[in-house]
């Protein structure tokens, strides 16, 4: 099987492209991947393996679609997870996220359907749904997104939900939780907050801190992604979590101990616009259709992401303080 990855340079789509190299999701020895990454600030080379006789790297734009239709040819199935993610950035420059997450992702269809490339995977978000103040979201959910990044990301679903239902697509779309884990660029909450401490800068925590989330490891996520790309039903949705909901005052006090710090380290700033009070998912069709469970504790995942953190340096300084510079921001 070969598979074209787009952002397989980003923190999620190139911890599922080592794994999958890595033969991690079981028989997958034959399978041979094609990274597409813009390499904007967020897409990083170092991420991927330096040298891999089944990985094939290009540097372009999911909007580019000459390029998409040279490249597709011979491909078996796509993952697509590029997309502008970050909800701040999002408020200050909307237009990169509608380009790139509505505009992207129709090109990236129109692509495969052009070149026969029949199965594909879309990797959307909970924050499609909005907010909920109880219970939890099942897939049926109607969508209620309240920011400019994750109306973009709405936009994106109806347009894959679109090329299945016209064109017989072979496509799932899959929603997940916040995820958390190494790679993770340092404008991230958990990220950020660890390398604010190693710095010795302060942690500026929007309104009161109670704005709850569900946090997903990055290793649990791609191996249900993973699932959904080789069990999954063709026009079908799949939410992704965890279980594993803390506000963020909780999260906050997790990392200061983790990191041998205190509450001093906290600065409280003014909350922002259209903040999400609460995601959670009812991730029940995944669980009994693919038998998805997640297996790295909050705990575990949560300590071992700090570690790697602590032991890198060198990575994060340079997605923190290099050409593209994180803009200081709250969470």
Known sequence: MKVLVTGGAGFIGSHYVRSLLAGEYGSDGDVSVTVLDKLTYAGNRDNLPPAHDRLDFVQGDICDLPLLLDLLPGHDAIVHFAAESHVDRSLDAAADFVRTNALGTQTVLEAALRTGVRRVVHVSTDEVYGSIEEGAWTEEWPLLPNSPYAASKASSDLIARSYWRTHGLDLSITRCSNNYGPYQHPEKLIPRFVTNLLEGTPLPVYGTGGNMREWLHVDDHC??????????????????????????MALTERILDLCGADSSAIRYVTDRKGHDLRYSLDDTKIREQLGYAPRVSFDEGLAGTVAWYQD???????????????PERSV
């Open 223 to 248: 191996r249900a992604i993973h699932l959904v790309l080789t069990q999954g039903r063709a026009g079908e949705i799949y939410n992704i979590g965890s279980g594993n909901e803390l506000t963020n």
């Open 312 to 326: 890198n340096p060198e990575w994060w300084k340079a997605a923190k303080h290099g050409t593209h510079p994180t």
